[in-house]
């Protein structure tokens, strides 16, 4: 940090550096810059938070190779800004640029946290319900824009169970180009139907298309992402009604 910050900000940005840190499983860097100075605070007011960190670890399997973080104005507790909590008393706007790399994508897959959201989903196919039951997914980033993946799933229609693998390769949706799927394989198992394959496609499209996601305290939408060999770049925009506390990772 600039060494003309005010002391009221080294101090509280240094707390709240000291409160993440605990929280974190790992870290190789984590900066946190608070904008401000003791009248705005007293007044419950900050002029932004900026937050900079390498390989942060948040439990076992959840990791990110690099997140930068602005925040604009934020409307704050005082009593708890002079500790180094930022609470908010209003929502607050946020742009950021998260690195994530294969590896850390395939770890995490594996994670409780993350499997739990890879539960069996169910489409309506023509009135028969499908449901798919994710047994492994694997994540390679090739480069030239292109995301690779291969999967297991456990595939129940018409009252049968049976196995199916995949192999697909697609760009994903950018600022200047729709989400393309330039290729999908079976690998294992029968194949699917048209009828299923159209359905798959029309509840993709539906994700891709959603103005924002939801998770806690927090709605976020991705306004770009670019695939580089072994990394993924996202440009996310967020609103953040608190700042999400990292215990709730905990599985």
């Not at 997914?137 to 995949?166: D, H, S, W």
């Amino acid at each position: 940090m600039p060494d003309d910050h005010r002391f009221e900000e080294k101090f509280i940005s240094q707390e709240a550096e000291r409160r993440i840190s605990e929280k974190l499983d790992d870290a190789e860097k984590i900066e946190i810059d608070v904008q401000t100075d003791l009248l705005k605070i007293v007044q419950g007011q900050v002029d932004g938070v900026s937050v900079a960190g390498l390989g942060l670890v948040i439990q076992e399997g959840i990791r990110v190779q690099e997140i930068k973080l602005q925040t604009d104005t934020i409307d704050i507790n005082p009593l708890s800004a002079l500790f180094g909590q930022i609470e908010l008393n209003q929502p607050v706007n946020a742009i950021g640029r998260i690195v994530v790399t294969e590896v850390d994508i395939n770890h995490a897959l594996t994670s409780n946290f993350v499997r739990s959201w890879m539960q069996k989903f169910e489409l309506n196919v023509d009135g028969e319900i499908v449901s798919f039951e994710p047994q492994k997914i694997q994540v390679f980033l090739p480069g030239e824009g292109k995301i690779e993946c291969r999967g297991k799933v456990l595939l129940k229609e018409m009252g049968n169970t049976r196995p199916f693998a995949y192999t697909a390769l697609l760009r994903p949706r950018t600022s200047s180009q729709p989400a393309m799927l330039e290729s999908f394989n079976c690998t294992e198992g029968e194949g699917i139907s048209i009828e299923l394959v159209t359905a798959l496609m029309q509840k993709a499209k539906e994700l891709m298309n959603l103005p924002y996601l939801k998770w806690e305290d927090m709605a976020f939408s991705i306004k770009d992402i670019k695939v580089e060999t072994g990394s993924l770049v996202l440009l996310v925009e967020t609103q953040m009604k608190q700042i999400p506390s990292l215990e709730i990772l905990s599985p």
